[in-house]
């Protein structure tokens, strides 16, 4: 269990029975009457964000969160396949619950998965992954100089804008937050 003392941004609660993530919060005292904490939820299943207001000292759940590792095996149509490291055990997950991060995974990639009460609720991906670039426009020479890109499409199957001094065949990291282009690897 969680006191109104514990709460900061990021940590997870469970309140009415579903996992939110503390957005914002602030300690309120007003001149006559008990201290209060204002929040903003963000409901870790859907996404949606709400606003609480909590007395102070009040206590909420601490959510059955897990981060285990695994191992992406392969796409089924819309789904992802994950295999426990540990029990060889099969997962698949729907492409709605992993969203724009699946764009980033490679068959055998291991990673950190979010589970909730058991079952997968996000993917914790490194901040920059090295993807091939496997269909680009040519690069012409003297492309070295200014911002000018060009789209590239990745081994995963994503397009990325690249400068123009890219190449087919060529590793790139990639910042899976924003989608766009570091550098060369």
Do not use: C
């Not at 207001?53 to 191992?71: H, Y």
């Amino acid at each position: 269990m969680f006191s109104t003392s514990d709460f900061r941004r990021g940590l997870k609660i469970e309140w009415e029975g579903i996992p939110y993530e503390i957005v914002e919060f602030q300690h309120v005292k007003p001149g006559k009457g008990g201290a209060f904490i204002r929040t903003k939820l963000r409901n870790i299943l859907n996404g949606r964000v709400v606003e609480n207001t909590f007395r102070s000292g009040e206590k909420v759940g601490k959510p059955d969160l897990q981060t285990q590792e695994m191992q992406f095996l392969y796409h089924e149509g819309p789904d992802f396949v994950f295999m426990d490291m540990e029990s060889y055990e099969q997962v698949h997950v729907s492409g709605q619950t992993i969203g724009e991060k699946g764009g980033f995974l490679k068959d055998g990639q291991e990673i950190k998965v979010l589970l909730y009460n058991g079952q997968v609720l996000d993917l914790d991906l490194p901040a920059a992954i090295p993807l091939k670039v496997v269909e680009t426009e040519p690069g012409v020479q003297g492309d070295r100089v200014g911002n000018a890109t060009k789209p590239a499409k990745l081994e995963t199957g994503i397009t990325v804008q690249v400068p123009l001094f890219i190449g087919e065949g060529e590793v790139i990291r990639v910042d899976t937050r924003t989608s766009q282009y570091i550098s060369r690897d």
